[in-house]
């Protein structure tokens, strides 16, 4: 199961890490990627992290303000967001993907956590 750490509501401008981590230790091999929902709007693609770290993806929305490190021996995932903006508002999900690369197509991911609340305020 992908447990993703608890959200919160900041200001713009703030700071805030968020975190996967698997129970089973099985996603090692696997793309990993955080995604993000606001109401009314569909799922969109954040970050992405290929299975060694080596490779990342970001959206034009958040390039320069976020990170996506990993920690393989560990099995979590981390999306680092800095500059926060209102925006950014949304629920936060992470989410494995079937192959070992972590890029931005929703359909590659097969293993979603439950979600997290962002609220950034103006």
């Known amino acids: 199961q992908l447990q993703a750490s608890e959200g919160g509501s900041v200001q713009a401008g703030d700071s805030l890490r968020l975190s996967c981590a698997d129970s089973r230790r099985t996603i090692s091999n696997n793309g990993m990627a955080w995604f993000r929902q606001a109401p009314g709007k569909e799922r969109e693609f954040v970050a992405g992290?290929?299975?060694?770290?080596?490779?990342?993806n970001y959206a034009d929305s958040v390039k320069g303000r976020f990170t996506i490190p990993r920690d393989r021996a560990k099995s979590i995932v981390y999306l680092q967001m800095n500059s926060l903006r209102p925006e950014d508002t949304a629920r936060y999900l992470c989410a494995a993907s079937r192959s070992s690369s972590g890029g931005s197509s929703r359909g590659t991911y097969n293993y979603w956590g439950q979600g997290t609340q962002v609220t950034v305020s103006s």
């Open positions: 992290i290929n299975w060694s770290g080596t490779t990342t």
